[in-house]
């Protein structure tokens, strides 16, 4: 298995681009996880779906954020104006359907926003 | 209240040494849990689940006190490549699949 797939590794852009994110799960994993993580605030949850259904944004910090998921082996996370302090990691995640099983990450895309 | 917290460390210990680290968890109703190992500028990966009874992988072992509400990962005989940051999660009976983070407890292993 090729594991959680993200791209791009690395993202530099211009303060009020768009910028997405995209990841690819495990394939059988019903939850698919979008984190961030900062120095200063560790890893934070920003969304998850559950066979491709949102079911928790509440982590999302504003509009400027959208996730979709159109189907089991594909979601993409939507900056739209990037701002400097979006800058971070942001990690995909899946883990199968049942609860006890660990997250699998994917290795994080590192997004600069200047 | 945060639902996961842990001492950030860090922790320097040398090689050889033993090293413990606890982390408590808020919500009496957490119900699986485990430890991550993130390396520097890495993706966290699961390092092992712990389970109720204790349970132990090699040098490391994790242990749960549900009394108390905390979690613990002892480290034997410490390697240089076990400097990393070690991060305790928690799940919640009532939401899905979603894990709780803790902040992570830094670790280094000097020669």
């Known amino acids: 298995d090729a594991g959680v797939i993200q791209s791009p590794r690395h993202e530099v852009t211009e303060m009020g681009q768009e910028v997405t994110l995209r990841c690819k799960p495990i394939?059988?994993?019903?939850?698919l996880f979008w984190y961030r993580q900062t120095m200063m605030r560790g890893l934070e949850l920003l969304i998850y779906f559950n066979n491709n259904v949102p079911i928790d944004d509440s982590g999302m910090p504003e509009d400027r954020f959208s996730a979709k998921m159109p189907n089991a082996s594909f979601s993409t996370l939507k900056i739209q104006p990037s701002e400097p302090r979006d800058s971070a990691v942001y990690f995909c995640?899946?883990?199968?359907?049942?609860?006890?099983?660990?997250?699998?990450f994917g290795s994080g895309t590192r997004l600069t926003v200047v | 209240r945060k639902e996961v917290e842990q001492d950030p460390g860090p922790f320097n210990v040398p090689e050889g040494a033993t090293v413990a680290f606890n982390c408590t968890y808020s919500n009496s109703a957490s119900q699986s849990f485990f430890w991550y190992r993130q390396d520097c500028r890495k993706e966290p990966k699961l390092l092992m689940s712990v389970y109720s009874s204790g349970n132990e992988d090699g040098r490391f072992t994790a242990q749960l006190n549900r009394a108390s509400q905390y979690i613990s990962l002892l480290i034997r005989d410490s390697k240089l490549s076990d400097s990393a940051t070690y991060l305790c999660?928690?799940?919640?009976?009532?939401?899905?699949?979603?894990?709780?983070f803790g902040t992570g407890t830094s670790l280094t292993v000097i020669p």
């Open positions: 995640a899946s883990s199968p359907r049942a609860k006890g099983y660990g997250y699998t």
């Open positions: 999660v928690v799940t919640l009976s009532n939401t899905g699949n979603q894990f709780y």
């Open positions: 394939s059988g994993h019903d939850y």
